[in-house]
Every structure is written in structure tokens, then in C-alpha cells.
Nanobody
Framework: QVQLVESGGGLVQPGGSLRLSCAVF????????MGWYRQAPGRQSELVSR???????NVVDFVKGRFTISRDNAKNTMYLQMNSLKPEDTAVYYC???????WGQGTQVTVSS
């Protein structure tokens, strides 16, 4: 069974940075396109960024230039570097395959002064 463990969230002031990590267990990680999703209160989850098995990446427009996705296949781990955070980035962030399968617990990111 695939297990996804997100970490690195927290409370940060506007303009601050966080680095999220996603450890993947029970999956042939290197073969999968992976993504970071987020769900804000009262909203549906949305795909924020994804990275292919060959490390090609894309991000949605509203985080372009601020968020960077990366992966380390040797460590079965994926990352999301988030800079210039805004209050509207507040959400629970999840990692998952693209398209998504079983969800992990996510990590809360709160951007507030």
C-alpha cells in the first residue's frame, strides 16, 4: 500500500518561505508523475505543481515564480519550495500521484501576520 507523508508546513508571515517535503513509501516513486495539491477552507483541492518521472515540471499561474517543485528519486522524496508566500496560499498541502490515488494527512500552511 502506498503511503505519503507530508511535512514542513507551519505558520509564516506574508513574504516568508517554507519548504515542504513528501516521503513516498510502497510505490515505484521514480516512475510516477507526482504533484503537490492544496485545499483551502471551503474550497476544492487543486493541483499546484507537478513533476514527471524525468523531472519536467509545471506550476499553475498563481504560484509561478514563487513555488518550485523538485524530487530526489534516490530518497523517494519530493519537495515544494515556497517563497514570497501570500495569505491566499493558506491551505492544507498534499502530495500525491498525478492523477491522485490514496491521500496522506497533508501539512498545514498558514500565511498570516
Amino acid at each position: 500500500q502506498v503511503q505519503l507523508v507530508e511535512s514542513g508546513g507551519g505558520l509564516v508571515q506574508p513574504g516568508g518561505s517554507l519548504r515542504l517535503s513528501c516521503a513516498v513509501f510502497g510505490s515505484i516513486f521514480r516512475l510516477w508523475t507526482m504533484g503537490w495539491y492544496r485545499q483551502a477552507p471551503g474550497r476544492q483541492s487543486e493541483l499546484v505543481s507537478r513533476i514527471t518521472s524525468g523531472s519536467s515540471t509545471n506550476v499553475v499561474d498563481f504560484v509561478k515564480g514563487r513555488f518550485t517543485i523538485s524530487r530526489d528519486n534516490a530518497k523517494n522524496t519530493m519537495y515544494l519550495q515556497m517563497n514570497s508566500l501570500k495569505p491566499e496560499d493558506t491551505a492544507v498541502y498534499y502530495c500525491n500521484h498525478v492523477p491522485p490515488g490514496h491521500w496522506g494527512q497533508g501539512t498545514q500552511v498558514t500565511v498570516s501576520s
